[in-house]
């Protein structure tokens, strides 16, 4: 599958951000970024005080039906493209993030609306890759694709879409001092990890059909995993709640057991502090944090972080079985 687009994906999608933010299309917010280490795993905490300010998520379709979706018809302003370009016509908007916390945000909608919490299509997949691999190609350097599926994922609207970041531009430059992105790095970081979760790599020249595939085996194996025994994940709502990640080399899911965590008090604490959102830029290494006292707590001791993994995710028990299985 190709895109078809006129310029390459980084010149549209640069132009566009720039025109859009000198408009006021987009708001975008800065953030102060410090670097914790968790069992030797760098992840960047963003503190973004303006994220408190985002409209509420939608919970449910009963909701959204009263309110715009903003996919369905994208603001001409934040429309980047409609892709493929194909004989049977294009199936998806790329447009960007109304509120972004990293330049060059972006999104992969389906153009008709599609459940957000049901299993993925072989073309949402297809053009995600495609997305990254253009990117990787023209510029030499990397997107991080996150998906939030399900009410425990961090999904914010019912409209299924795929978001993208310029690893770049999360890394500063260079900038954010050994951080690397998870997706990629855990392989080699297997036992510093011990959430559960499922990885595999992404062959160079992988089909859609077989892309497609090696997505549904890791959320089948995760459901598996969740809810002891369950029939294949093929399509419809997912039996659980996940995040999952792409690179154009690897593909990883998260099971989630719960949107947010609070932060557990340490020695002369008062009390718990957050709670703290997570969602899918947790695979990239990455939490934003709304609260100056929530950003304080965990850059200050990084068990406070690790403790927040442990409530949003799945661990295992003495014995390897799945802790806090559904």
């Known amino acids: 599958m190709s895109l078809g687009l006129p310029k390459s994906l980084p010149t549209l999608v640069r132009a566009r951000y720039h025109a859009a933010k000198a408009a006021g299309e987009l708001i975008f917010s800065s953030t102060e970024l410090a670097v914790v280490r968790v069992a030797g795993v760098p992840f960047q905490l963003r503190y973004c005080p303006a994220l408190s300010k985002k409209p509420e998520a939608t919970p449910s379709l009963s909701q959204a039906s009263r309110k715009p979706d903003p996919f369905l018809d994208p603001r001409e302003g934040l429309l980047i493209a409609e892709v493929p370009a194909a004989a049977g016509g294009p199936t998806h908007n790329l447009v960007l993030n109304k509120y972004p916390v990293i330049p060059q945000h972006f999104i992969l909608a389906t153009k008709t609306f599609k459940e957000q919490n049901h299993v993925l299509e072989e073309d949402d997949l297809a053009i995600a890759l495609d997305c990254l691999r253009a990117w990787e190609e023209d510029t030499e350097e990397r997107l991080l694709a996150f998906f939030n599926s399900g009410e425990h994922s961090g999904a914010s609207q019912p409209h299924r879409h795929i978001q993208f970041m310029p690893v770049r531009d999360m890394d500063e430059g260079g900038e954010s001092?050994?951080?690397?992105?998870?997706?990629?790095?855990?392989?080699?970081?297997?036992?510093?990890?011990?959430?559960?979760?499922?990885?595999?790599?992404?062959?160079?020249?992988?089909?859609?059909?077989?892309?497609?595939?090696?997505?549904?085996?890791?959320?089948?194996?995760?459901?598996?995993?969740?809810?002891?025994?369950?029939?294949?994940?093929?399509?419809?709502?997912?039996?659980?709640?996940?995040?999952?990640?792409?690179?154009?080399?690897?593909?990883?899911?998260?099971?989630?057991?719960?949107?947010?965590?609070?932060?557990?008090?340490?020695?002369?604490?008062?009390?718990?502090?957050?709670?703290?959102?997570?969602?899918?830029?947790?695979?990239?290494?990455?939490?934003?944090?709304?609260?100056?006292?929530?950003?304080?707590?965990?850059?200050?001791?990084?068990?406070?972080?690790?403790?927040?993994?442990?409530?949003?995710?799945?661990?295992?028990?003495?014995?390897?079985?799945?802790?806090?299985?559904?």
């Open 177 to 326: 001092d050994g951080w690397e992105l998870l997706v990629d790095s855990l392989p080699h970081k297997q036992a510093c990890f011990p959430l559960l979760h499922f990885h595999a790599p992404i062959l160079r020249r992988a089909a859609p059909s077989a892309l497609h595939a090696l997505y549904l085996s890791l959320l089948t194996r995760a459901v598996s995993c969740v809810h002891r025994h369950s029939p294949p994940e093929v399509k419809g709502e997912a039996a659980i709640s996940y995040n999952l990640a792409m690179t154009p080399s690897n593909m990883m899911l998260l099971p989630r057991r719960a949107e947010s965590a609070f932060i557990e008090p340490v020695g002369s604490d008062t009390g718990p502090l957050g709670p703290v959102d997570v969602n899918g830029t947790i695979l990239g290494g990455c939490l934003m944090v709304k609260a100056a006292e929530d950003w304080d707590a965990l850059r200050s001791d990084e068990s406070r972080l690790w403790g927040v993994l442990e409530r949003i995710g799945y661990g295992w028990d003495v014995d390897g079985n799945v802790a806090g299985r559904l």
